[in-house]
């Protein structure tokens, strides 16, 4: 996959890494945007580690995920079949946006019958971080 984004866009920088950690300095850029990625990772736990990895790089942060509707499961295990005939179980959380604004301490950008968008900031992060846990 990479070697095609390179053949695509040369005059760009791409990186593979085992994360956690990114494999950037602190404040290293504006914003991530992560599109139907969040949704994906299993535990409370390893989402808030995901946030506290991302806003040590970065200053905001946009979460794109599907949104819950009546009839879905908040959370699944699905099977998934990709083009060369594997097959995969993938976990996969479906979001309100009340849910995910408040998971992230973010801001609803955008919601449709099909997904969400969130912003949230790296201030917002810290206060999260200070807050007793429940």
Known sequence: MLDI????????EFVCAVVPPL??????????FTS?????????????RFLGEAFRVVREVVVVE???RPGLPDE???ERELRD???HRVFKRYFTADRLRAELDGELEL????????RASRASERERARAPSP
């Open 36 to 48: 139907h990625f969040y949704g994906h990772v299993v535990s409370p736990e390893e989402r808030r």
């Open 76 to 78: 699944v295990w699905e």
């Open 66 to 68: 599907q949104t819950w």
């Open 111 to 118: 919601e449709t019958r099909s997904f969400l968008a969130v």
């Open 85 to 87: 005939g594997s097959r």
């Open 5 to 12: 984004a390179r053949r695509r866009l040369p005059s760009v």
């Open 23 to 32: 494999p950037f300095e602190d404040d290293s850029f504006e914003l991530l």
